[in-house]
Each structure stands twice: as C-alpha cells, then as structure tokens.
C-alpha cells in the first residue's frame, strides 16, 4: 500500500539549557568551573523525541507533559524537542476527514492504541501516529479477530487497503494494534456486480458494502506477524541492487539525497538504503540501482495485499 503521508505544516522545537550558580563565597573562576560542569552533565543527558504521522491526521505534542492542545489553524503533522532524560512528554493524535487514528508506534514496534498517552523519554525515540481510512460501513465490528466469519464482521474496522480480482475479494484492516488480511472468494457473479458499480454514485459505499458483507471469509491472515524482523532485513546488507531485482524486488522511489530506494517485495514494501553516490540530473530508474550496494533495509509498509493467493478455480 503507497501510504499517504501528510506534509508537516507545523514544528515544535524545544531545547534544554542548564545553569550552574555560583555562591556568593566562590571565586568567580570556581564558579564557571562549576557553571561549566553542569551544562557539560545535563548536555549528556539530554536526549531526542521525534514525533510524526502515517495517514492523514494530526497531532498535539508538549513536553511539559500537560495535556497538549491541538493547532487549530495550522494543525500539527511532526515535532520533535531535546529533554532531559526521564521527563514525561504528552502527545494526542486525531484523524482528519474519512481517517481515524489507530495506534501509536515506538521505534517502530506497537506502542498504544490510545490516542492520548504520556511516555517517559529516556533515549533517542521516534513515535508514530498512524491513521487509515475509516469503515464506511454501519455495521457492528467485532472485537477479536476470531469471531470474524463474514466480511460484515470487518467492515466497520479502519482498513489499510482493499483489492477485488475476478475470484478474489481482499480486505486488510486493524484491530487490537495488529494488521490482519481477510480474505474471501467471489463467485463470477460477484465480482461483475462490484466491477460494474459507479465510483461517481454518491450511495458507491453503501451499495459495495450490501455486495460484500455477505461474503464468508475463508482465510484470516495476521499480517503483523508475517514482517521480516530487523535482523532478517540486516541481512540483505552487502547485496547489489541486481541481486534485489532478481529475486523479485519491484523498483518504487529514489531519493538522491539519502541514497535511499522505495522497493516492493511480496505483500510488503520497505526502504533500502544504497552506498554510493547517484547525480541528481541521472534519470532515476531500476537500472540506476543495479550496481549499487545495499547498506540498510527496513520495514516500510504494505505492498501487495493479493500477494501469496492464488485465484479460485472456476
């Protein structure tokens, strides 16, 4: 899935400073000895709180660990502060229209499925507000994934992504801060009735849904747990681009800058970083990428949802 990232329209910036004082017994030399000693220690430990978004939606960010307030006129999409380490920060997040929040990520791992929480820093973090497209559907959801039967019971869950083939039917939602993938057969039928609705129709939502509701789901996925971990990404470092696109790897993006390549395998999409150098007037393209040798790569997102089915038989 090609995520929609919202562009930051705001930034927060915080710095600490600390002052060492003086009595009035020291020697002025003393004194910014000791002056000196103390921006030196809360320096050291002072570390870094990035925060930013997946989706549309917002955030509110404080680092006094009040409750934060949201920007009104410019909302908020990134932030970052440098505090002292062990200070309790707040932040809250919202969905803009047709999205709602999910989860909070930390360093990329599941962190809280509360919107407003008030982490304790005590190292370099990043936290992710992530947002996907809501339901649509009126329905009741259920709320552990082994009671789903039929798509009915999934179609009120903030959905990542969807697919329709000419015998499949795939939904990808969130529930209990786990990505899962539902998957269903269409009859020949079926599918001709969602293939022939009107995007432009102002009832396409609810016509769709009264199509698919009714489909028994026959396979639940826990996409979550099918991510390579970090160590298995590790891997791939000393690789050439070529040896990527061998196996099967699909060229997305480049970003000259960071030498870093969007690239889709199988049901998901990561970020690959490249050594070397590549001139910014070059036209950007797989073959750019060929000779170049893979540095990092990271989870980045869903690629393919249908990846790894196979089409029914008729």
């Given at each position: 899935?090609?995520?929609?990232?919202?562009?930051a329209l705001a930034c927060m910036m915080a710095a600490v400073t600390a002052c060492g004082g003086t009595s009035g017994g020291n020697a002025s030399g003393q004194g910014e000895?000791?002056?000196?000693?103390?921006?030196?220690?809360?320096?050291?430990?002072?570390?870094?709180?990035?925060?930013?978004?997946?989706?549309?939606?917002?955030?509110?960010?404080?680092?006094?660990?009040?409750?934060p307030a949201f920007e009104e006129d410019y909302p908020m999409t990134s932030a970052y502060a440098n505090v002292v380490k062990g200070t309790t920060v707040a932040m809250n997040a919202r969905g803009q229209e047709d999205y709602v929040f999910v989860k909070w990520t930390k360093d990329g791992e599941f962190y809280s499925a509360d919107a407003e929480i008030a982490?304790?820093?005590?190292?370099?973090?990043e936290y992710i507000a992530v947002f996907l497209m809501a339901g649509n559907?009126?329905?009741?959801?259920?709320?552990?994934?082994?009671?789903?039967k039929t798509m009915a019971d999934i179609l009120a869950l903030p959905n990542y992504a969807t697919s329709t083939t000419e015998t499949?039917?795939?939904?990808?939602?969130?529930l209990n801060g786990m990505m899962y993938r539902a998957?269903?057969?269409?009859?020949?039928?079926?599918?001709?009735?969602?293939?022939?609705?009107?995007?432009?129709?102002?009832?396409?939502?609810?016509?769709?849904?009264?199509?698919?509701?009714p489909l028994q789901i026959d396979q639940m996925d826990n996409l979550t747990e099918m991510i390579p971990d970090q160590e298995e990404l590790?891997?791939?470092?000393?690789?050439?681009?070529?040896?990527?696109?061998?196996?099967?790897?699909?060229?997305?993006?480049f970003n000259v800058e960071d030498m870093e390549c969007g690239m889709e395998n199988g049901l998901f999409t990561y970020a690959v970083t490249f050594d070397g150098t590549v001139d910014a007037g070059t036209e950007i393209d797989e073959e750019t990428i060929r000779p170049?040798?893979?540095?990092?790569?990271?989870?980045?997102?869903?690629?393919?949802?249908?990846?790894?089915?196979?089409?029914?038989e008729d």
């Open positions: 899935m090609k995520r929609i990232v919202a562009m000895s000791q002056e000196a000693q103390g921006t030196e220690q809360a320096a050291g430990d002072t570390v870094t709180v990035r925060v930013n978004t997946d989706g549309l939606g917002e955030i509110a960010f404080s680092e006094t660990g009040e409750a982490p304790v820093i005590d190292a370099d973090t559907y009126d329905g009741p959801a259920v709320t552990d994934v082994k009671d789903a499949l039917f795939v939904r990808t939602f969130e998957v269903a057969r269409l009859a020949a039928e079926t599918a001709q009735q969602i293939f022939d609705l009107d995007f432009e129709d102002p009832e396409y939502d609810a016509k769709f849904n009264e199509i698919v509701a590790d891997g791939y470092a000393g690789m050439t681009g070529e040896q990527l696109l061998e196996d099967g790897w699909i060229f997305s993006w170049l040798t893979v540095v990092s790569v990271r989870y980045d997102g869903l690629g393919d949802i249908t990846a790894g089915l196979e089409e029914a």
